[in-house]
Protein backbone atom coordinates (compact mmCIF):
# COMPACT_ATOMS: atom_id res chain seq x y z
CA UNK A 1 0.00 0.00 0.00
CA UNK A 2 1.26 3.68 -1.05
CA UNK A 3 1.63 6.13 1.35
CA UNK A 4 2.30 9.96 2.03
CA UNK A 5 6.08 10.77 1.62
CA UNK A 6 5.33 14.09 3.53
CA UNK A 7 4.12 12.47 6.70
CA UNK A 8 8.04 10.92 7.31
CA UNK A 9 11.45 11.99 7.20
CA UNK A 10 13.48 11.01 4.18
CA UNK A 11 14.96 8.03 5.42
CA UNK A 12 11.62 6.82 7.30
CA UNK A 13 10.00 7.30 3.32
CA UNK A 14 13.01 5.11 2.46
CA UNK A 15 12.05 2.31 4.51
CA UNK A 16 8.86 2.21 3.72
CA UNK A 17 9.71 1.78 0.01
CA UNK A 18 10.65 -1.54 0.15
CA UNK A 19 7.61 -4.49 -0.61
CA UNK A 20 5.82 -1.76 -2.88
CA UNK A 21 4.99 -2.37 -6.79
CA UNK A 22 5.33 0.10 -9.77
CA UNK A 23 2.28 1.21 -9.46
CA UNK A 24 2.41 2.39 -5.67
CA UNK A 25 6.38 3.65 -6.11
CA UNK A 26 4.21 5.51 -9.12
CA UNK A 27 1.85 6.64 -6.34
CA UNK A 28 4.28 7.86 -3.96
CA UNK A 29 6.58 9.49 -6.40
CA UNK A 30 3.66 11.81 -7.40
CA UNK A 31 2.72 11.99 -3.97
CA UNK A 32 6.41 13.55 -3.18
CA UNK A 33 6.52 15.92 -6.57
CA UNK A 34 3.15 17.70 -5.39
CA UNK A 35 4.22 17.72 -2.22
CA UNK A 36 8.16 18.41 -0.57
CA UNK A 37 9.73 17.37 -3.74
CA UNK A 38 12.84 16.16 -2.01
CA UNK A 39 15.81 15.59 -4.34
CA UNK A 40 16.97 12.47 -2.58
CA UNK A 41 13.77 10.52 -1.88
CA UNK A 42 12.54 11.13 -5.63
CA UNK A 43 15.86 9.70 -6.48
CA UNK A 44 15.25 6.45 -4.34
CA UNK A 45 12.05 5.75 -5.50
CA UNK A 46 12.95 6.27 -9.18
CA UNK A 47 15.52 3.76 -8.27
CA UNK A 48 13.92 1.48 -7.22
CA UNK A 49 11.27 1.32 -10.09
CA UNK A 50 14.07 0.69 -12.20
CA UNK A 51 14.90 -2.04 -10.60
CA UNK A 52 11.45 -3.66 -10.42
CA UNK A 53 11.16 -3.26 -14.20
CA UNK A 54 14.65 -4.51 -15.16
CA UNK A 55 13.64 -7.46 -12.90
CA UNK A 56 10.21 -7.82 -14.74
CA UNK A 57 11.90 -7.52 -18.35
CA UNK A 58 14.61 -10.01 -17.80
CA UNK A 59 14.10 -12.83 -20.54
CA UNK A 60 13.70 -16.60 -20.21
CA UNK A 61 16.74 -18.68 -21.57
CA UNK A 62 16.67 -20.34 -24.72
CA UNK A 63 15.53 -23.65 -24.26
CA UNK A 64 18.79 -26.00 -25.00
CA UNK A 65 18.98 -27.07 -28.70
CA UNK A 66 17.99 -30.95 -28.79
CA UNK A 67 20.76 -33.16 -28.08
CA UNK A 68 22.35 -35.50 -31.35
CA UNK A 69 21.50 -38.74 -31.85
CA UNK A 70 23.85 -41.17 -30.38
CA UNK A 71 25.93 -43.11 -32.76
CA UNK A 72 26.20 -46.28 -33.41
CA UNK A 73 29.68 -47.31 -34.21
CA UNK A 74 28.58 -50.55 -36.27
CA UNK A 75 26.75 -48.79 -38.49
CA UNK A 76 28.22 -47.20 -41.50
CA UNK A 77 26.64 -43.82 -42.93
CA UNK A 78 27.44 -43.12 -46.58
CA UNK A 79 26.62 -39.68 -47.90
CA UNK A 80 24.36 -40.22 -51.26
CA UNK A 81 25.27 -40.38 -54.69
CA UNK A 82 23.80 -37.41 -56.87
CA UNK A 83 19.85 -38.83 -57.07
CA UNK A 84 20.08 -41.51 -54.81
CA UNK A 85 18.91 -41.52 -51.35
CA UNK A 86 21.43 -42.01 -48.81
CA UNK A 87 22.37 -45.24 -47.02
CA UNK A 88 23.36 -47.06 -43.81
CA UNK A 89 25.08 -50.02 -44.09
CA UNK A 90 26.06 -52.47 -40.85
CA UNK A 91 29.97 -53.45 -40.75
CA UNK A 92 30.55 -57.01 -40.67
CA UNK A 93 34.10 -56.53 -40.40
Avoid: Q, W
Amino acid sequence: MSFDPSDFSVKEAVKRLRGLDDSELEAVYDAEMDGRGRVSLLRDITSKRDSLREESTVEEPAPAAPAAPAVDPRIEHRPARPGAAAASYIKTS
